[in-house]
């Protein structure tokens, strides 16, 4: 294990993401990274501009000789997802990430590591930073809140940006050139209820589903990995209507685009019925376990004794939030058919989540095609009012259309080949890149997204692949040496 990730190749990129990783920056809490890339531009000797928002641009000119080459916009956000195990004492408003490489890898110790999207930071750091690269006009684009509402891609202006060429480094998989992603939906329910008594007659227990792997929403939803508020919920109405369970509270879920790793319900038992709920725990564990071995190893479903608490749900609101729940659709929806291979649509039924009085439902519709979100869309309403809910969806955005034609995509494609001999895979993106909300505000520009190899983003089980990195860097180096001309 090697834990001095600074002194890794290509030195300049390990360093800067070696000091990101020193930096808290969980989404919407990310004003130390801001500070960071703004003193760096400065540092440097470059124009840098911070606009309301946060968003960091950073202007680097030409090299001699390429004055004429296309301007080029190298973006990435400064904001990461917050997972970590259950077991695992974290504060990501404190505390750096603990990243070691092991194995070829780079990984966290028990947390995401925030190389989404910090590799596309620290590769365009270190393009400023460098003084031996070729390359023409090239602007740093860094956004922030990426994760939970692109806020800094909504609110990025027209006009302040003087690139023809957009390049995302958003991507991971390395050896793929990506020219399109979803669009998306925020879902949102409340359910009301009103508190009653907690029943002398009976006990108080404590569910927990834990142990899955869970992961990005758009990226990892076609792996079929376990949902653990659809696992719970699935449980719950058998309880509640073989064995008579009384729900007090529930906790699952965490983030709207990372699956569900865990989910936990406090429940009142009637006396009598203790042994029997019991049985029925350990019967549904092992169908989960049997239904789910090969992508769900470590689940673990166990019930524990609390102490009683106050009150439960009413019973009806209860029942229609189960029903509600066990009745919503999760996972892949639709598959494309128009590029093999690829997630059309798909939901993610990410949070339940009681709190005084109320009970919110989230989760995150991501859809190619914008007709089929809003299918999607209709389809929960439905399911939602007819439990009795209050249902709105919000924080909209657009995918991101393929241009098969687009100049950039071909010198990509030409330099790879020159390269390492192989044409790269040309390829979609069941995930909300920014491209599509900033190509809305600069429809002139031409766009692509590519990265190192990233596995099992949005989840403790993070790692970036660090050959790949080296490969990543030297693609991009050879790409700003190969942009066309004006």
């Given amino acids: 294990m090697n834990t001095n990730i600074a002194s890794l190749e290509p030195k300049a990129l390990w360093e800067y993401f070696h000091a990101l990783t020193q930096i808290p920056r969980p989404s919407k809490n990310e004003g130390a990274a801001i500070d960071f890339v703004e003193k760096e531009g400065k540092k440097l000797g470059l124009e840098t501009i911070k606009d309301e928002v946060g968003n960091v641009i950073i202007r680097k000119p030409a090299t001699p000789g390429?004055?004429?080459?296309?301007?080029?916009?190298?973006?990435?956000?400064?904001?990461?997802?917050?997972?970590?195990?259950?077991?695992?004492?974290?504060?990501?408003?404190?505390?750096?990430?603990?990243?070691?490489?092991?194995?070829?890898?780079?990984?966290?110790?028990?947390?995401?590591?925030?190389?989404?999207?910090?590799?596309?930071?620290?590769?365009?750091?270190?393009?400023?930073?460098?003084?031996?690269?070729q390359h023409g006009p090239v602007e740093a684009l860094f956004t922030v809140d990426e994760e939970t509402g692109m806020t800094g891609a909504n609110a990025l202006k027209p006009g302040i940006l003087q690139g023809d060429i957009l390049i995302n480094m958003d991507s991971e998989d390395e050896g793929e050139l990506y020219v399109g992603c979803a669009g998306g939906t925020d879902a949102n329910a409340v359910f009301t209820y009103m508190e009653e008594e907690f029943s002398a007659e009976s006990k108080a227990f404590k569910i927990s589903i834990t142990g899955l792997k869970g992961g990005h929403s758009?990226?990892?939803?076609?792996?079929?990995?376990?949902?653990?508020?659809?696992?719970?919920?699935?449980?719950?109405?058998?309880?509640?209507?073989?064995?008579?369970?009384?729900?007090?509270?529930?906790?699952?879920?965490?983030?709207?685009?990372?699956?569900?790793?865990?989910?936990?319900?406090?429940?009142?038992?009637?006396?009598?019925?203790?042994?029997?709920?019991?049985?029925?725990?350990?019967?549904?564990?092992?169908?989960?376990?049997?239904?789910?071995?090969?992508?769900?190893?470590?689940?673990?479903?166990?019930?524990?004794?609390?102490?009683?608490?106050?009150?439960?749900?009413?019973?009806?609101?209860?029942?229609?939030?189960?029903?509600?729940?066990?009745?919503?659709?999760?996972?892949?929806?639709?598959m494309s058919t128009d590029m093999p291979g690829l997630v059309e649509t798909s939901l993610n039924l990410a949070i339940v989540k009681s709190h005084t009085k109320e009970v919110e439902v989230k989760a995150l519709i991501r859809s190619s095609v914008d007709t089929a979100k809003e299918e999607v869309e209709s389809t929960l309403e439905s399911i939602f009012l007819l439990g009795g809910a209050h249902v709105w969806f919000d924080g909209q955005y657009p995918g991101w259309k393929p241009n098969m034609n687009s100049e950039i995509l071909k010198t990509m494609q030409k330099v790879y080949q020159d390269k390492w001999g192989k044409i790269p895979e040309i390829k979609a993106i069941h995930a909300g890149l920014e491209c599509g909300i900033l190509g809305s505000a600069y429809p002139n520009w031409d766009m692509i997204s590519f990265g190192p190899t990233i596995n099992f983003p949005h989840s403790p089980d993070e790692k970036v692949n660090v050959e790949t990195v080296g490969k990543f860097w030297n693609f991009l180096v050879e790409t700003l040496k190969n942009i066309p001309k004006k």
Avoid at 81 to 110: C, L, M, R, T
């Fill in 66 to 133: 390429m004055e004429n080459t296309k301007g080029v916009v190298l973006q990435g956000h400064l904001d990461m997802v917050p997972q970590k195990n259950s077991d695992k004492k974290h504060d990501f408003d404190k505390d750096p990430i603990e990243a070691y490489e092991e194995d070829g890898w780079v990984k966290a110790n028990g947390t995401t590591l925030g190389a989404d999207n910090g590799m596309g930071v620290a590769a365009a750091l270190a393009v400023l930073q460098s003084k031996d690269l």
């Fill in 218 to 334: 758009g990226m990892d939803i076609i792996l079929q990995r376990g949902n653990a508020n659809k696992l719970l919920f699935r449980l719950l109405k058998h309880l509640v209507a073989y064995d008579h369970v009384r729900l007090s509270s529930i906790d699952g879920g965490s983030l709207r685009n990372a699956i569900p790793r865990e989910a936990f319900a406090e429940i009142a038992v009637p006396a009598d019925k203790v042994e029997e709920v019991k049985s029925t725990i350990e019967h549904f564990e092992e169908i989960f376990t049997n239904e789910l071995k090969n992508v769900e190893p470590e689940l673990s479903l166990i019930i524990e004794d609390i102490e009683p608490p106050h009150f439960v749900m009413d019973e009806m609101t209860q029942d229609d939030l189960i029903n509600s729940i066990q009745a919503c659709p999760n996972g892949v929806i639709r």
